[in-house]
């Protein structure tokens, strides 16, 4: 055997490797891009969007994982008669706190199919957690009080994040591939796109989201029935 035949097959052999070394890379280390875009929703004549920070963008890799996933543990506080933040999104297997920091007690709940809890009456300064080990949108309540809402959008991918004040996002490093975004905001409509991520660069991916359809309804307390608004706690 010839010295460039030896060449050619151990160049051959040498590319062939490589092309299996890079297939078998997890999708995280193969080439990244970055993703952002802006989001913008279409009011009722006359209304003016004053929570466009509450919307959620995540995205799905289509036909394979989405990537190594890791909880992140959140928070979301009570305060004033509010949960804070009102929107939270965490990786599927995430535990989310509910401190009291409000000077009277709270009962934090969810009838969600995805995730029901009931957290029981508990006071100031203390806190209880939930862990979101399904996928999906969880509403949250507070049973003393009707108009504390809440959201947890436990996600399958580590590719999320929420929109800021301005409306607009960004992911980073998100492995090339094809995927689904998906936007959410609970006054609209959810929507899903397709998107091909590349390394060298992507497209701004701006939406529009429609909440002209919106209408609010008063949740039930835990036990299915409207809350009693004639005691000290009503708004």
């Not at 920070?53 to 996933?69: K, M």
């Not at 992140?72 to 509010?82: H, K």
């Not at 409509?189 to 590349?198: A, C, G, I, K, M």
Request: hydrophobic share 40%; net charge positive.
């Amino acid at each position: 055997m010839s010295h460039r035949t030896k060449s050619a097959k151990s160049v051959n052999v040498l590319v062939l490797s490589s092309a299996m070394l890079l297939a078998a890379l997890p999708p995280t280390a193969q080439a990244q891009g970055a993703v952002e875009g802006r989001v913008s929703i279409t009011e009722r004549a006359g209304e003016q969007t004053e929570d466009i920070g509450n919307t959620i963008i995540y995205l799905v890799r289509n036909g394979a994982a989405s990537g190594r996933l890791g909880a992140a543990d959140a928070t979301i506080a009570m305060n004033g008669r509010a949960f804070m933040p009102r929107v939270r999104v965490v990786p599927v297997g995430s535990k989310v706190s509910f401190p009291n920091q409000d000077p009277f007690s709270h009962n934090v709940f969810s009838t969600s199919p995805l995730a029901r809890f009931d957290l029981g009456l508990y006071p100031s300064g203390r806190s209880r957690d939930v862990t979101f080990r399904r996928a999906g949108v969880v509403p949250i309540y507070c049973n003393i009080h009707p108009r504390m809402t809440s959201f947890v959008l436990a996600v399958a991918t580590p590719y999320y994040t929420q929109v800021g004040a301005d409306g607009r996002w960004r992911i980073p490093n998100v492995a090339a591939g094809e995927y689904t975004v998906h936007i959410w905001h609970e006054r609209a409509t959810p929507v899903e796109r397709p998107l091909t991520v590349v390394a060298s660069g992507n497209p701004a991916f701006d939406v529009t989201l429609d909440a002209r359809g919106f209408r609010f309804v008063q949740h039930r307390n835990k036990f299915g029935r409207e809350y009693d608004r004639s005691g000290p706690d009503r708004y």
